[in-house]
């Protein structure tokens, strides 16, 4: 007998349990690791999902584009998208929708909006359904423009890093009015958690690299609301403030 799910929760579950792990398919010729690429976590869901009458509908509810550039001075451009993803049960009507955010670094100014969408499908179903990634996934990105070499994934990451630490840094500082005893009090309590026992930290370098995004998007959103204008980085901001 075939069986039936009465819940959407029923048939998320169901997926989960069919999905321990994903085949890593590509391979990063400059770091030199294998990572499962786009295509290969989509075959490994879609199915389950066109079996179980599950629709994934992403809808973006937020984006900006930051213009930077590397060390080398080649110009960079950080997109940021906030995402809602909603399941959707075809025969129940029954939904569930998660937040989620993303970045997409490129170099050439045309492909960051694509590359922050994929990364969000792609790793929404990676951790929503718990499945474990050894290697983050950099897409065996190109640099663009003639005479550049590869783009290294862990570089790009870094300078995202470095982009989120130093936009805390600035937007805390303006929440604040440069106060750092409140500087530090607001970053404890943004990022503290009683729930997993955790103090929070008083430092914006403090803050783990996992730890990292997830404090960004709760800052920026603050100050966005607060300030009532988009966040903008400024050229000549430190690293240094919380």
């Known amino acids: 007998m075939e069986k039936t799910y009465t819940t959407i929760y029923e048939k998320l579950l169901e ?6 792990k994903v085949v890593r398919d590509g391979k990063n010729t400059s770091d030199k690791y294998d990572f499962a690429s786009d295509e290969n976590v989509l075959d490994t869901f879609r199915p389950l999902m066109d079996e ?3 629709l994934l509908i992403p809808s973006v509810t937020g984006a900006q584009l930051h213009e930077g550039t590397t060390r080398s001075g080649t110009v960079r ?3 940021e998208m ?5 399941w959707h049960d075809v025969e129940s ?4 929708t998660v937040p989620w955010y993303a970045q997409g670094v490129d170099l050439a100014g045309e492909k960051g909006v694509g590359k922050a969408l994929t990364y ?3 790793y929404f179903l990676l951790k929503f ?3 474990a990634t050894k290697k983050d996934d950099p897409d065996a990105d190109k640099r663009t423009g003639s005479g550049e070499k590869p783009q290294r994934g862990t570089q790009a990451g870094k300078e995202a890093q470095l982009y989120q630490r130093r936009a805390l840094s600035q937007m805390l500082s303006e929440l604040y009015a440069g106060d750092e005893a409140k500087i530090r009090t607001g970053l404890i309590a943004i990022t503290k958690s009683d729930k997993h026992g955790f103090a929070g930290v008083d430092s914006v370098d403090k803050l783990s690299p996992a730890a990292l995004p997830v404090t960004y998007a709760k800052v920026k959103k ?5 300030m009532g204008h988009a966040f903008e980085l400024k050229e000549d901001s430190a690293d240094g403030n919380g």
Not at 93 to 96: D, P
Not at 222 to 226: A, L, M, P, V
């Open 15 to 20: 997926m989960q349990r069919r999905v321990d």
């Open 52 to 54: 179980l009458g599950l």
């Open 77 to 79: 451009y950080l997109t």
């Open 82 to 86: 906030v995402v809602t993803m909603r």
């Open 93 to 96: 009507g029954e939904e569930l």
């Open 120 to 122: 969000a499908e792609k």
């Open 129 to 131: 359904f718990h499945v």
């Open 222 to 226: 603050t100050y966005e609301d607060r």
